[in-house]
């Protein structure tokens, strides 16, 4: 009764501006007429770094940079998101949080898994973590309720890989690799690649990934830095459905002892960078 007697002593215009108001609240794209896309029931979030001896030219940004990527994730508020955290130098070493917002790891425990160390085992460990990824996502899905499943709820899949040199080490060969992530690209896992001391799109699509989705960056600790940011700002827009593709800003500033010209906006925070059709 309350809303009807509102309504009847509101002018005619009130009701109308309530209306529009409150239509406006489906924050549908203005240049389109679709509306936005829902979030995903579940993110699981996979972030396999190179941690080997030629990784100590990147100092503590190693370190600096994945704490930086979880804590810009943390403040996305995303619903359930998990963590898998994995480095590989001669072995691989990993760990996982089921909710993001539980990594609490500081600097010193993270020199377990980071400091670098040992060979470059690329290529096992990246398909040994899209596989392991693949499980995770099939584990939580079956362990959902009926009416659950039966809405046929999204996930969401990130999965970055970080090196700085070839690998020297694996059984498996490039061509492997390749196949794998062709497969989880095609199953919807949003496949992301960082390379230094290397052309990072030349040798991202040697290992299946997508041009737009590889990235070089500077084998500086600065360098790493803005690269690792620039994959927190991705993954943020592959969660939102938008374009993932990293942006010429993005690829500048992952390169800055390269001459360019100088952008006259600075890169917004995660929450902002979309993309409109």
């Known amino acids: 009764m309350a809303i009807l007697k509102l309504i009847f002593i509101l002018p005619y215009y009130g009701i109308i ?3 529009l108001s409150s239509i406006s609240n489906v924050k549908r794209n203005s240049n389109s007429s679709s509306r936005p896309t829902p979030p995903p029931y579940h993110i699981d979030i996979t972030y396999v770094a190179d941690r080997s001896g030629s990784m100590s030219s990147m100092g503590n940004s190693v370190i600096n940079s994945v704490i930086e990527f979880v804590d810009s994730q943390k403040e996305s508020n995303h619903n359930n998101c998990s963590f898998h955290l994995c480095s590989f130098g001669f072995e691989s070493h990993e760990i996982h949080f089921n909710n993001i917002n539980d990594f609490n790891l500081n600097n010193e425990q993270l020199k377990e898994y980071l400091n670098p160390q040992g060979c470059t085992r690329l290529i096992d460990t990246a398909i040994e973590q899209l596989d392991k990824q693949n499980q995770r996502i099939e584990s939580y899905l079956n362990s959902l ?8 709820p999204k996930f969401s899949k990130i999965f970055a890989l970080m090196t700085d040199g070839q690998d020297n080490l694996s059984e498996n060969k490039h061509f492997h690799l390749q196949q794998k992530v062709q497969e989880a690209r095609d199953n919807g896992t949003t496949c992301i690649f960082l390379g230094a001391n290397q052309d990072a799109i030349t040798s991202g699509s040697r290992f299946g990934f997508s041009q737009d989705n590889s990235l070089t960056f ?8 803005e690269a690792v940011r620039s994959v927190s700002y ?7 459905g938008n374009n993932v593709s990293f942006t010429p800003q993005e690829r500048s500033s992952s390169q800055p002892d390269i ?3 100088p952008f006259s906006n600075p890169i917004p925070p995660p929450q902002y960078l979309y993309y409109q059709y």
């Open 259 to 261: 001459p360019s010209t």
């Open 145 to 152: 309720p009926n009416n659950i499943k039966q809405l046929n």
């Open 17 to 19: 501006k309530i209306m």
């Open 234 to 240: 991705a993954t943020q827009r592959s969660i939102n």
């Open 218 to 225: 500077s084998a500086t600790p600065i360098g790493l830095q």
